[in-house]
């Protein structure tokens, strides 16, 4: 599969760095793309700099070159997942802003009728974060909150991230056994 993994400012960039690797190590082509606010995140959190995260993935994109490939519905792309969402690119999501080269794969996700995945980090919301998370929702966006599952028992951090990650592949089709699922 290719896929395209978008980082927006913020917090949990985490999960984006462990979903690429994920999606690497099982032989997926990755592409990635970052906001400026997602670069000031992950070195911030993660101490990962631009050639850091270029050496993982097959290509990374400038945010601001709306002309890349995959601002458009030719360019072959089978799913994106944005994570962590902010509410504002859900909000430019929803109300087709299309004002990044985020935004706009986004966008070309939801025109293409592909599988597109946020993965919202802001808490508390307000209605007005509710009505965008549900306007895509009903776009047929999945929508996955930054909200593990204790049912596992996980013992370190990084068994929180690989559940989340876990349930973020389900949704993009991607196998990827990182949490041992709940048998009643």
Same mark, same amino acid.
């Given at each position: 599969?290719?896929?395209?993994?978008?980082?927006?400012?913020?917090?949990?960039?985490?999960?984006?760095l462990r979903l690429i690797d994920v999606l690497k #190590?099982?032989?997926?082509?990755?592409?990635?793309?970052?906001?400026?606010?997602?670069?000031?995140?992950?070195?911030?959190?993660?101490?990962?700099?631009?050639?850091?995260?270029?050496?993982?993935?097959? +290509?990374?994109?400038?945010?601001?070159?709306?002309?890349?490939?995959?601002?458009?519905?030719?360019?072959?792309?089978?799913? +994106?997942?944005?994570?962590?969402?902010?509410?504002?690119?859900?909000?430019?999501?929803?109300?087709?802003?299309?004002?990044?080269?985020?935004?706009?794969?986004?966008?070309?996700?939801?025109?293409?009728?592909?599988k597109l995945v946020l993965v919202p980090r802001e808490?508390?919301?307000?209605?007005?974060?509710?009505?965008?998370?549900?306007?895509?929702?009903?776009?047929?966006?999945?929508?996955?909150?930054? @909200?593990?599952?204790?049912?596992?028992?996980?013992?370190?951090? @990084?068994?929180?991230?690989?559940?989340?990650v876990g349930k973020i592949c389900d949704q993009l089709?991607? #196998?990827?056994?990182?949490?041992?699922?709940?048998?009643?």
């Amino acid at each position: 599969m290719k896929i395209v993994v978008g980082i927006t400012g913020a917090s949990g960039s985490i999960y984006a760095l462990r979903l690429i690797d994920v999606l690497k #190590e099982a032989g997926h082509e990755v592409h990635a793309v970052v906001t400026d606010s997602g670069w000031q995140v992950l070195e911030y959190e993660c101490k990962v700099t631009h050639s850091d995260l270029q050496a993982r993935v097959d +290509m990374l994109y400038d945010n601001a070159n709306v002309g890349a490939a995959i601002a458009s519905g030719s360019f072959q792309v089978d799913a +994106m997942a944005v994570l962590p969402c902010s509410m504002k690119t859900v909000a430019s999501i929803a109300h087709s802003l299309s004002d990044n080269l985020l935004t706009r794969a986004a966008d070309v996700m939801l025109k293409e009728g592909r599988k597109l995945v946020l993965v919202p980090r802001e808490t508390p919301m307000h209605a007005i974060h509710l009505e965008n998370l549900l306007k895509l929702a009903q776009l047929g966006v999945k929508i996955v909150p930054a @909200a593990p599952g204790f049912y596992h028992r996980p013992q370190t951090i @990084a068994e929180l991230v690989d559940m989340l990650v876990g349930k973020i592949c389900d949704q993009l089709g991607v #196998e990827a056994e990182l949490f041992p699922r709940w048998q009643g």
